[in-house]
DNA sequence: CATTTGTCAATACAATTGTATATACACCCG
DNA sequence: CGGGTGTATATACAATTGTATTGACAAATG
């Protein structure tokens, strides 16, 4: 939790050597955010660094943030949020098209394409910084599971196509598909083109392998 | 100064402020492994600090690495060696039994559960670090897929059950399984247990998918 | 008005970093 | 023996780090 700012509209915008309008938080996650280009990672910023890119005094990064791990726990969930928003905006656009298994790809796949921005955080800190960090991506991830989750049994319902474990389906097109989509940022578009497509085929592959599994099952219940 | 042979000398324990025997790479390598317990990433270890961990004076280590990244791609490559010959073994191991797509499951999950470390180190510098470190997680896990897209070939040839885009298959199933694997180390034993079990089904659910994918693509080619 | 409070900057400090330079051995070759 | 060559060390230095202290200024509050 950050200390809360944002107080009184401050329209004095003279450079005068003395004072600077007041920064919120998200100045300095934006700030934060310019700096990670390429290779970095939230965790390898440093307080100065992220403090000179949004141009304030070292020491004022501590009115909004007690650490860097803090900032970057508040950046992680603001890109599973921003994730999962664009998610949700393209299914609903992608609602009255049919398609089956192939819905929730394109709508993976879109999201990917729209801001690997968010998806590249959020993936590269998985494995990575502090435990409440890590707990912060677990969350985020376990979000976008239950959603896909969700919406993949409810198409399984209506189609009367049943599905094996769908959880573990679900979490299976996440992992995947985040992985992949953290290869993606840094290849031409056409090579992310190819990535996409190969991505989409691996998520329908597992889906058509729960559908197989279930119906397997059905037939013969398994020994144990 | 009576002249001393190297060997016998080299017994010498005295802490005098004077010399220490020659040291090579792989202790340097060894000690930057025994850094990065818990979250720490490769890059994330600076020179001194290796340079502590293998008791030398910090300017010693120029004589074995240019670079801490030097040595991080050496690490990489060392660790994808030993997990890909951790994996014949297994799988040499369990040739004889029978057990269809299983076998190729339990073979990358043993090697999971035994030594996590290599693992780990692979799949924590998936997306983080310098580009030649990328490249040299990337060619390694190449390396994977294409060995495990032989056996995925060979195994489907000699049952009979075609498979669609072997390739891809065993892209996903890397992919997903070192994803997996990564998140598996900071886990109590029996947790470690039920994510194996997970990940195995969902490796499944792949296979079984391509298979399904083959077959139906047989009867009716695909209108595009 | 005076006072408090919140947000910033300036300075400073100890720690740690990567690396340059110089030096002390141990060895090999002549 | 004497002189490279290679490997280690010690010292040093400039940069950069996180943070403590202090104070300036604006807005809110009395």
Redo the contacts with the bound molecule.
Sequence with gaps: MA??????S?T?DHEK????????EHELMQAAVSLLDGNRSVSS?????I??AA??????????FR??DELAVALIDQAGRGLRGMIREARQRLEGKQGGVRTSVEVFMEALDDDSRYLQILSREMSLGSDAFREAVERELTYFEQELCDELMMRGERFGLPMHEPALVAKAITRLVFTMGASADKLSPDARKVLIDETAIMVRMIIRGSHAMAGEQKQKPKKK
Tied chains: 1, 2.
């Design positions: 200390i809360r700012s944002r107080k009184a401050n004095n050597p003395g004072r600077k309008p007041p920064i919120g910023l440093s307080l100065r660094e403090a000179r141009n304030i005094a070292p020491n004022s990064f501590y009115r909004h650490d860097v």
